[in-house]
């Protein structure tokens, strides 16, 4: 059974980086799948954020690309994320995703809820 | 790259059909057979319920299922029941190798 668990901070002040971590746990993030960060603005919907290989490649929202980072970290079997400059338009429930190909996510976590405010 | 396009809402008496649209270009859902739809309950992780435009995954009820035609692709839900009540979301691969979502619809089953 595939699990996923986001982890990190849920209150960031302006200007800050947000950093959430996932854990897998029942698969190994070695395998050829696609691991990806989707959040969920309050009443606008989903936002693809980014997806890494387990290679390594990564591929970016064009809109976020410039203070995104999506890193694995093989040895602990997790991937993580970094969100630079944060500001209140940030504050969402983010979700880590196991893609197994590039276009569909089969198996989400919880979802963290990270607000940004002074 | 633009948001996908759905209706904001819909809504269908139970035991009757309905069906979501999701309109995009031929950069993305036109392009590719990469389209997918995800069920989101407030509260609970989003549900994948179908991916490819047409594929079931396991466990999902066949009351469910997914066509395109050109730059659209299109959610049917058959036989509405209560429990479908909630929002819709469809999202493709696109050209630039991204993803992109529609903005979500909202199903009432009346």
């Known amino acids: 059974q595939v699990q996923l668990q986001e982890s990190g901070p849920g209150l960031l002040k302006p200007s800050e980086t947000l950093s959430l971590s996932c854990a897998v746990s029942?698969?190994?993030?070695?395998?050829?799948?696609?691991w990806v960060w989707t959040r969920q603005l309050p009443g606008r919907g989903l936002e693809w954020i980014g997806t890494?290989?387990?290679?390594?490649?990564?591929y970016y929202n064009p809109s976020l690309e410039s203070r995104v980072t999506i890193s694995v970290d093989t040895s602990r079997n997790q991937f993580s994320l970094k969100l630079s400059s944060v500001t209140a338009a940030d504050t969402a429930v983010y979700y880590c995703v196991r893609h197994k190909q590039f276009s569909y996510g089969d198996y989400w976590g919880q979802g963290t809820l990270v607000t940004v405010s002074s | 790259q633009s948001a996908l396009t759905q209706p904001a809402s819909v809504s269908g008496s139970p035991g009757q059909s309905i069906t979501i649209s999701c309109t995009g270009t031929s950069s993305d859902v036109g392009g590719y057979n990469s389209v997918s739809w995800y069920q989101l309950h407030p509260g609970k992780a989003p549900k994948l319920v179908i991916y490819e435009v047409s594929n079931r995954p396991s466990g999902i009820s066949s009351r469910f299922s997914g066509s395109k035609s050109g730059d659209t692709a299109s959610l049917t839900i058959s036989g509405l029941q209560a429990e479908d009540e909630t929002d819709y979301y469809c999202s493709s691969f696109t050209t630039s190798s991204t993803l992109v979502f529609g903005g979500g619809t909202k199903l009432t089953v009346l």
């Open positions: 029942g698969y190994s993030i070695n395998n050829n799948n696609y």
């Open positions: 890494i290989f387990h290679t390594g490649s990564t």
